[in-house]
């Protein structure tokens, strides 16, 4: 198994008796992103206000193409930035009629950043939800496209939301296509929650990219960290968002007086307003990395699960009381499912064991009663064998 270690070599030399397995939360950032860090600020030194000029001409621009060439997405100004999804989801509820509670389809599995929101609007009423169960996950897929079906030509959804992989599990939508293609034609917003898939998963949107809108960001598996997230956004859908920055305007076509307010084209009018570029230095430099080693996603997602096998096999074989191998709640070798791996032990338990490990300076994270392990490319095997004696010894 080949080691990408010396490309991490600050992050891993600033904490060298640390085990970092939340690589699906904090990932940990290679020595490239530091060098982008540094770039940014020498930039804005040096061009002080003309910064824009060099961000919105050549470092977008190179960091839209090159998320395009991992999504293999035909048109890399479909993509825009902002410091965070949630600034993407109001932008897109903001996009659905006013004049009713809009219609929305999920799962019970989102991430908080949706499920709050939504939550939220509906305690006053002003959207209508229909939640799908992810569990069980042999059925989801079937049982989702049922649930949009059934409401077709009667309560048509105004906006149908779902994540390629299920941050409180690990569960996979195996094939984007099939879902997207599943669904009934219409004017839905379909959008997928790539967060814990991009960069986690080999993911080709070339066939439904006219159909959906794709969230992710830096923090996660692109090694980027916060502050740099991105929208795919497919033409003729949202032309023009009632929640809007004035960076929205940038690009947009000459209006005659009167005619509202102008937007840009294609998906600079999901943009907001002045922000701090250096995620999106970040994000580029990480990418260009990558490129550089002839990591791609398949590359990536096939060292995270050599070692979770490691892991699940040594599991296994140690018998241990605290983490028994029958409370993973998903096998990767029977079940598509992201980088982190989720044992289910119940929250007391859970809490226990994440503590101690703490204490061990292993990193790993609780959800409720479940505790993940999440892998990546500054792990190897050796690793694995490290976290597999500590949890021994407790």
């Known amino acids: 198994m080949k080691s990408y270690k010396e490309y991490f070599s600050r992050a891993l030399q600033a904490a060298p008796g640390r085990l970092h397995f939340a690589a699906h939360s904090h990932h940990l950032w290679p020595d490239v992103s530091f060098d982008a860090q540094v770039a940014c600020w020498e930039d804005a030194a040096r061009l002080a206000d003309r910064k824009w000029d060099h961000v919105f001409g050549e470092v977008v621009p190179d960091a839209q ?50 499920t709050r929101q939504i ?39 105004d906006l149908i939301y779902v994540s390629q992989v299920f ?14 293609h599943g669904l009934p034609v219409g004017g839905s917003f379909v959008v997928i929650d790539g967060y814990h898939g991009f960069l986690a998963r080999p993911t080709d949107l070339s066939a439904v990219e006219a159909r959906v809108f794709y969230l992710s960001g830096g923090y996660k598996y692109a090694m980027a960290g916060e502050g ?42 999901f943009l907001g307003a002045t922000f701090d570029p250096v995620g999106i230095y970040r994000l580029r430099a990480v990418l260009t990395m990558l490129d550089d080693l002839d990591l791609g996603a398949s590359e990536i997602r096939d060292h995270s699960v050599a070692l979770q096998h490691l892991f699940i096999e040594g599991v296994t074989r140690a018998g241990l009381t605290h983490l028994p191998a029958e409370t993973l709640l998903l096998d990767p070798r029977a079940m598509p499912c992201g980088q982190f791996l989720t044992f289910d032990l119940g929250e007391a338990v859970a809490a226990s064991l994440q503590s101690r490990l703490l204490a061990e300076e292993v990193i790993t994270d609780q959800r409720g009663g479940r505790l993940r392990f999440g892998f990546g490319i500054y792990q190897d095997a ?8 500590r949890l021994t010894r407790l």
């Open 167 to 180: 941050f409180n599990s690990g569960f996979a939508i195996e094939t984007l296509d099939d879902l997207v």
């Open 65 to 114: 193409r090159r998320i395009a060439k991992v999504l293999n997405l035909s048109q890399p100004a479909a993509i825009a930035f902002a410091p965070n999804t949630h600034e993407f989801l109001r932008r897109l509820l903001s996009c659905l009629p006013a004049d009713r509670a809009p219609r929305i389809l999920t799962s019970d599995g989102e991430f908080h950043s949706f």
């Open 119 to 157: 939550a939220r609007l509906e305690e006053e009423g002003l959207v209508a939800v229909t939640r799908v169960p992810v569990e069980p996950f042999g059925s989801f897929a079937e049982r989702f496209l049922a649930a949009a079906e059934a409401a077709q030509g009667v309560t048509d959804f």
């Open 228 to 269: 740099v997230c991105f929208l795919h956004a497919p033409e003729g859908y949202g032309p023009r968002p009632r929640d809007t920055g004035w960076y929205a305007a940038f690009g947009a076509l000459e209006q005659t007086a009167g005619s509202g307010v102008a937007y840009a084209g294609d998906a600079g009018r």
């Open 382 to 389: 050796d690793d694995v064998e490290k976290l597999l004696d």
